[in-house]
């Protein structure tokens, strides 16, 4: 066993039945009222991962305060600033906002502040490391901001994240602010530090699912919200003059608008990329009259354009006011793909990676975690008992707290989700009876654009059907996605052409694999098809929990006749590009009837 935390763990009873609940009436329309009291399972308590206490966490960030107000907090990982008069970038800074104005936290209730303290363990106040940095909430437990404000810093042993609140906290307290600890920092693999290339952008976890609205990221498709002129607002709490390196004690923002990616380079040269970098604001005018900009601790912050975040605070020139300077971004349409392989990271064991559930015909059921990008890519597992009154279960965070839930479908046909409460136990919620009139369920994510995870069913006259997550481990009413599936087997989790929204997968009765791309609405659901490949009817099974190698795409893997396990990276490209060449997983796999 490898030392790494697990959560709690669940054993079904071998008569599973017993929690579908006597008396279930099977139709042909699965019902979806979670009618009757569910009997929860018993989890059997392991190690969690530790975490601060609320208390820490808030000192955490007064001591932060404290760092802004002195003055001895500055920019992560900053770098000496270059004369702007050259063009060359100053450095990741740490944004403000200059010619903006108040915002309320009402406006902007996605809008987090982080605060990193390290005093290195010493009395001496000299050598404490003091960093700050805006935010986005994208989902509940899901932070988008900056990479420059994430590189090279321990944000969970160090950092603390503050919601809730327009004010930065100061001796009084958090200003009715909320603080959260961070579990796991994910910084964009391709991002460089030595000059901000490679997409500016990280994504923090969060200790608990917050219960504030999020704000999502654009699209990789989204091109209107770039275009020149196009109206854009940033926020943050950075400084609000370029003749003082005081930050502002409360949340600001400012109109800006979208600039031509020439405008940028006409300013900057190659230290602007583009198709990496968004260019935005209007040219500063040498002062801060006339001048709208983000600035020193504004870094990590949003730039929202049609409801969306189409950019993060990444860089610009010294004290932000150069004559002829534009503010750079970090452009979010880019990197969502990878963005959003964060915010679903289909994890079971807490590492940011994309694990698996099989079980044998005699019932035992196992987790088998990843261990990322090399071989034997499943390394260790953990029983979960005897799951044997169970044909069908999925995996999905389906409640939106994080934690990864499964749905299981008795052999009653009655469907229940199993929702981790991220201590001890799962709850059992009974979505409802007759889905035994199913041939397959599917959890790919989000295909509706609510921001909540949906399910596919193919029934057995080859319909399928999208039921709309509600956000609570049950579904809305469902939605026809179209006939003529008898001879597909889906399969699928998570987004495989990097456009933002989730898609599925299908191969047909010759054998041929299909990428179906997610609209992003209800209806209908998928555009047109592309064809992966032929030859896949090789594999008797197929099972997609999403990111297995923590590259931000998601995975297939295929069981072949011979019971060896492959697996199939995602490039993020679609078509016959779709996938990588295969690589052997391991041989014996046809010890399992059912997975995950």
Not at 31 to 40: E, K, N
Not at 229 to 250: D, M
Not at 313 to 319: A, F
Not at 364 to 370: D, K, P, Q, R
Request: aromatic share 10%; with cysteine.
């Amino acid at each position: 066993m490898t030392s790494t935390p697990r959560r709690a763990r669940l054993a079904l009873p071998a008569a599973t039945a017993a929690l579908a609940l006597s008396g279930a009436v099977l139709a042909a329309v699965p019902a979806q009222a979670s009618d009757g009291t569910p009997v929860p399972p018993r989890p059997a308590v392991t190690e969690r991962p530790a975490t601060a206490s609320h208390a820490e966490l808030a000192q955490r960030a007064q001591d932060s305060g404290a760092a802004l107000r002195n003055g001895t907090a500055t920019a992560p990982g900053a770098q000496p600033e270059a004369d702007p008069s050259a063009g060359a970038p100053a450095g990741r800074i740490d944004p403000k906002i200059i010619g903006g104005k108040d915002a309320t936290i009402s406006e902007a209730p996605w809008m987090v502040q982080l605060h990193y303290y390290d005093d290195k363990g010493t009395a001496d106040t000299s050598d404490d490391e003091g960093y700050f940095c805006g935010g986005t909430l994208v989902a509940p437990a899901k932070v988008l901001t900056a990479a420059h404000c994430v590189y090279g810093l321990d944000w969970t042993e160090n950092g603390t994240v503050v919601a809730g609140t327009a004010q930065l906290p100061d001796d009084t307290g958090l200003h009715g602010g909320r603080a959260v600890g961070v579990w796991r920092q994910w910084v964009n693999p391709t991002y460089r530090p030595s000059s901000t290339s490679g997409g500016d952008l990280a994504v923090l976890t969060l200790t608990e699912a917050l219960p504030y609205k999020t704000l999502r990221p654009t699209t990789s498709g989204d091109t209107a919200s770039y275009a020149n002129g196009t109206p854009a607002t940033v926020y943050g709490w950075g400084r609000t003059s370029s003749t003082s390196q005081e930050i502002s004690p409360t949340l600001r923002k400012a109109t800006v608008p979208m600039r031509s990616d020439a405008s940028c380079t006409s300013y900057w040269g190659s230290d602007f990329v583009p198709g990496q970098m968004a260019c935005a604001g209007d040219p500063a005018s040498g002062q801060d009259a006339g001048t709208v900009s983000p600035c020193n601790g504004d870094s990590g912050g949003p730039l929202v354009v049609n409801g969306r975040v189409a950019g993060v605070v990444s860089w610009g020139v010294k004290d932000c006011v150069a004559s002829g300077a534009y503010a750079v971004y970090a452009k979010v349409s880019s990197y969502v793909g990878e963005v959003n392989s964060r915010v679903d990271d289909t994890d079971l064991d807490f590492d940011g990676l994309a694990d698996l559930f099989a079980r044998t015909p005699g019932g035992e059921a196992y987790e088998y975690y990843s261990v990322g990008d090399k071989a034997p890519y499943l390394a260790d597992r953990l029983s979960l008992g005897d799951w044997g009154g169970v044909n069908l279960v999925r995996q999905g965070d389906l409640d939106r707290d994080f934690y990864q839930d499964y749905v299981y479908r008795a052999s009653d046909g009655v469907l229940y989700t199993l929702a981790f409460d991220g201590v001890d136990s799962y709850r059992s919620i009974r979505v409802g009876g007759g889905w035994n009139a199913m041939k397959d369920l599917r959890v790919p994510g989000d295909l509706s654009g609510d921001a909540l995870p949906d399910l596919v069913a193919k029934d057995k006259d080859g319909v399928l059907w999208l039921y709309p997550g509600k956000g609570d481990g049950t579904f809305g009413s469902r939605v026809r996605i179209g006939g003529g599936w008898a001879s597909f087997t889906i399969t699928g989790k998570g987004d495989y052409n990097r456009d933002g929204r989730p898609d599925l997968l299908a191969r047909d009765g010759s054998g041929v694999l299909w990428l179906y791309p997610g609209t992003g609405k209800a209806a209908p659901a998928f555009g047109s098809r592309v064809k992966v490949g032929g030859g896949w009817n090789a594999y008797g099974a197929f099972t997609t929990a999403g990111d297995l190698t923590g590259d931000g795409r998601p995975d297939l893997l295929a069981r072949d006749s011979s019971g060896v396990m492959w697996l199939y990276k995602g490039t993020g490209a679609s078509g016959t590009a779709t996938f990588k060449t295969r690589v052997r997983v391991g041989g014996g796999w046809n010890a399992f009837n059912l997975f995950g």
